[in-house]
């Protein structure tokens, strides 16, 4: 470490603590490890406050060329990602161990082509080597004029089914439904319960029932019907407020309540962007404004109505956490339910909207319809859309993965792996999902601070730069103010923290400091990154 002339004698901007992750809206006075959404990705702080990498991405397969190119639209749409919690066995290839615990994943594709919409569920077998061998579940196409594809995500949910003998325990089965209009939908059973050695589905609707949302609950399958309603001269309202049901441990379909729909909180008649099941005897749902909350069997049910609760306008998914149930509101940002008349915000500091995917040329709305995003949980981060990442405990928000590699719509979790997937591929990239394995990290990462509060308003002259560090690998640091720019890099190798120092010059004022780690095996640990400065006039930099 070269030392320091004697004459000089340095004020510090210590950086030791990086939990507070990313903030769009900081705030004032704002802790000097608050970072910005710019060039802050695949990195968290552990419990100690340090930088780390979080998982790295690898791509776990590739999707099939299903068109050769899709016309008049050349792109397909990732309409379904869905890890069941079913542990899965193979009889004949041998067993992955490097996926353990076995799974499956569920994927939904449709693209247009010679004049018609197709749409196609596959199951991914996961558990099997070499953990890339797909079934096609589900193949469907009708005529369709359109010129532009706009996807409609599919819903999922699991639960066990037993037609023959309700009474008796039933095959655990996969719920998979997807709408695009009421002539145009499905709703199965995977396996059919009658014949689980097989991959053809039991289909419980056909073209028949448009459903918005569903939820697997007391034994149940829960869906939203979508019903139109005339609203004077030329006008009419949509919703998806009709609730109807199967029986329990029986998804036939002579035995759902479709002649009797029942509806919720008449009151507030605005639709639900969810429902969701907490336990075995709580069913909650949002409405455009306020929500619902639903106690006891459901067809003699105890209800709430729940005016206070931040509703929401866009069609998800949610999750289910320690806090509560996790929504976004495109207005104002995510949000937790957990009982009671209130919501409570988990993004103050983040734009509202900063979950949601944007596109230049079109509204969110008319990109893509029906489940539009997809949360997940693993342990204590949160997955929620457009990469991002929330720490349960840290209570800090983290990008998962760079956004001009990939954007992810759609999360769901298993154990340890991470899924994700886009809203839209092409033949040219055949590689929509993502996956991570939390106990895999990442080999770079990238964090980027706000202007640090001892450089706005004010020259200063940064003079040295100290670190303690851990790994091996390089540790890149930037400084960046109004006008200049300076680089100085670590080698790094030792296991164990390590304070290092160098050298830097620059005279500027609001100053951010960019911390890039890189490894061939592990981005190294950055513990701390102190600014050595003095208050600065004006003056001509000699190198």
Same mark, same amino acid.
């Given at each position: 470490?070269?030392?320091?002339?004697?004459?000089?004698?340095?004020?510090?901007?210590?950086?030791?603590?990086?939990?507070?992750?990313?903030?769009?809206?900081?705030?004032?006075?704002?802790?000097?490890?608050?970072?910005?959404?710019?060039?802050?990705?695949?990195?968290?702080?552990?419990?100690?406050?340090?930088?780390?990498?979080?998982?790295?991405?690898?791509?776990?397969?590739?999707?099939?060329?299903?068109?050769?190119?899709?016309?008049?639209?050349?792109?397909?749409?990732?309409?379904?990602?869905?890890?069941?919690?079913?542990?899965?066995?193979?009889?004949?290839?041998?067993?992955?161990?490097?996926?353990?615990?076995?799974?499956?994943?569920?994927?939904?594709?449709?693209?247009?082509?010679?004049?018609?919409?197709?749409?196609?569920?596959?199951?991914?077998?996961?558990?099997?080597?070499?953990?890339?061998?797909?079934?096609?579940?589900?193949?469907?196409?009708?005529?369709?004029?359109?010129?532009?594809?706009?996807?409609?995500?599919?819903?999922?949910?699991?639960?066990?089914?037993?037609?023959?003998?309700?009474?008796?325990?039933?095959?655990?089965?996969?719920?998979?439904?997807?709408?695009?209009?009421?002539?145009?939908?499905?709703?199965?059973?995977?396996?059919?319960?009658?014949?689980?050695?097989?991959?053809?589905?039991?289909?419980?609707?056909?073209?028949?029932?448009?459903?918005?949302?569903?939820?697997?609950?007391?034994?149940?399958?829960?869906?939203?019907?979508?019903?139109?309603?005339?609203?004077?001269?030329?006008?009419?309202?949509?919703?998806?407020?009709?609730?109807?049901?199967?029986?329990?441990?029986?998804?036939?379909?002579?035995?759902?309540?479709?002649?009797?729909?029942?509806?919720?909180?008449?009151?507030?008649?605005?639709?639900?962007?969810?429902?969701?099941?907490?336990?075995?005897?709580?069913?909650?749902?949002?409405?455009?404004?306020?929500?619902?909350?639903?106690?006891?069997?459901?067809?003699?049910?105890?209800?709430?109505?729940?005016?206070?609760?931040?509703?929401?306008?866009?069609?998800?998914?949610?999750?289910?956490?320690?806090?509560?149930?996790?929504?976004?509101?495109?207005?104002?940002?995510?949000?937790?339910?957990?009982?009671?008349?209130?919501?409570?915000?988990?993004?103050?500091?983040?734009?509202?909207?900063? !979950?949601? $995917?944007? @596109?230049? +040329?079109?509204?969110?709305?008319?990109? &893509?319809?029906? =489940?539009?995003?997809?949360?997940?949980? /693993?342990?204590?981060?949160?997955?929620?859309?457009?990469?991002?990442?929330?720490?349960?405990?840290?209570?800090?928000? !983290?990008? $998962?993965? @760079?956004? +001009?590699?990939?954007?992810?719509?759609? &999360?769901?979790? =298993?154990?340890?792996?991470?899924?994700? /997937?886009?809203?839209?591929?092409?033949?040219?990239?055949?590689?929509?999902?993502?996956?991570?394995?939390?106990?895999?990290?990442? $080999?770079?990462?990238?964090?980027?601070?706000?202007?640090?509060?001892?450089?706005?308003?004010?020259?200063?002259?940064?003079?040295?730069?100290?670190?303690?560090?851990?790994?091996?690998?390089?540790?890149?640091?930037?400084?960046?103010?109004?006008?200049?720019?300076?680089?100085?890099?670590?080698?790094?190798?030792?296991?164990?923290?390590?304070?290092?120092?160098?050298?830097?010059?620059?005279?500027?004022?609001?100053?951010?400091?960019?911390?890039?780690?890189?490894?061939?095996?592990?981005?190294?640990?950055?513990?701390?990154?102190?600014?050595?400065?003095?208050?600065?006039?004006?003056?001509?930099?000699?190198?």
């Amino acid at each position: 470490m070269p030392a320091r002339p004697a004459s000089e004698t340095y004020k510090y901007i210590n950086i030791k603590d990086f939990s507070p992750g990313i903030s769009d809206n900081p705030g004032a006075n704002y802790p000097p490890g608050a970072a910005q959404r710019n060039s802050t990705f695949r990195c968290i702080a552990n419990r100690n406050g340090a930088l780390i990498p979080l998982p790295a991405r690898t791509i776990p397969f590739s999707m099939p060329a299903d068109a050769s190119p899709p016309s008049p639209d050349a792109r397909f749409g990732l309409d379904g990602l869905y890890a069941a919690p079913i542990p899965m066995l193979p009889t004949v290839l041998s067993f992955n161990p490097s996926l353990f615990p076995e799974h499956e994943l569920f994927v939904g594709n449709e693209w247009l082509s010679g004049g018609n919409l197709n749409q196609r569920l596959r199951r991914v077998r996961r558990y099997e080597t070499t953990g890339t061998n797909m079934d096609l579940i589900q193949s469907v196409s009708a005529v369709s004029a359109a010129t532009t594809l706009v996807p409609a995500g599919m819903m999922f949910g699991t639960t066990r089914s037993n037609r023959a003998t309700p009474t008796m325990p039933g095959t655990p089965v996969v719920i998979a439904g997807w709408s695009q209009g009421s002539a145009f939908n499905y709703l199965i059973e995977f396996p059919d319960d009658q014949a689980p050695t097989v991959n053809t589905p039991y289909t419980i609707f056909s073209n028949s029932l448009f459903l918005l949302g569903l939820a697997c609950h007391q034994g149940r399958t829960v869906g939203q019907q979508a019903t139109a309603y005339g609203q004077g001269v030329n006008t009419q309202t949509f919703m998806g407020e009709n609730l109807v049901w199967s029986n329990v441990n029986d998804v036939t379909a002579a035995n759902w309540n479709t002649a009797t729909p029942q509806v919720f909180v008449p009151e507030n008649p605005a639709g639900f962007p969810f429902i969701c099941s907490m336990s075995a005897n709580e069913l909650f749902a949002p409405k455009l404004n306020g929500g619902m909350y639903v106690t006891g069997d459901l067809f003699n049910p105890f209800v709430t109505s729940l005016p206070m609760v931040v509703g929401s306008e866009v069609s998800q998914s949610p999750v289910i956490a320690g806090a509560g149930v996790i929504y976004g509101n495109g207005n104002s940002g995510i949000w937790v339910w957990g009982h009671g008349d209130q919501s409570n915000l988990l993004s103050p500091q983040m734009t509202p909207n900063f !979950w949601l $995917l944007n @596109d230049t +040329t079109h509204p969110e709305f008319d990109v &893509f319809g029906g =489940i539009r995003y997809q949360f997940a949980r /693993s342990d204590e981060w949160v997955l929620v859309s457009n990469n991002w990442l929330y720490d349960l405990q840290l209570q800090s928000w !983290w990008r $998962l993965e @760079d956004p +001009t590699i990939t954007q992810i719509r759609l &999360f769901t979790t =298993i154990s340890r792996f991470i899924y994700g /997937s886009q809203g839209f591929y092409t033949n040219a990239n055949l590689n929509p999902i993502s996956m991570w394995e939390r106990n895999v990290p990442a $080999l770079t990462y990238s964090w980027q601070s706000h202007p640090q509060w001892e450089t706005i308003g004010n020259l200063v002259d940064i003079r040295e730069i100290t670190m303690r560090v851990q790994g091996v690998g390089t540790v890149t640091v930037t400084l960046t103010g109004e006008s200049s720019t300076s680089t100085i890099q670590f080698e790094i190798n030792n296991p164990l923290p390590v304070l290092v120092r160098q050298p830097i010059r620059i005279q500027d004022s609001n100053i951010a400091v960019t911390l890039l780690s890189s490894s061939a095996t592990e981005a190294p640990t950055i513990h701390e990154c102190n600014l050595g400065y003095v208050e600065a006039q004006k003056e001509t930099v000699r190198t």
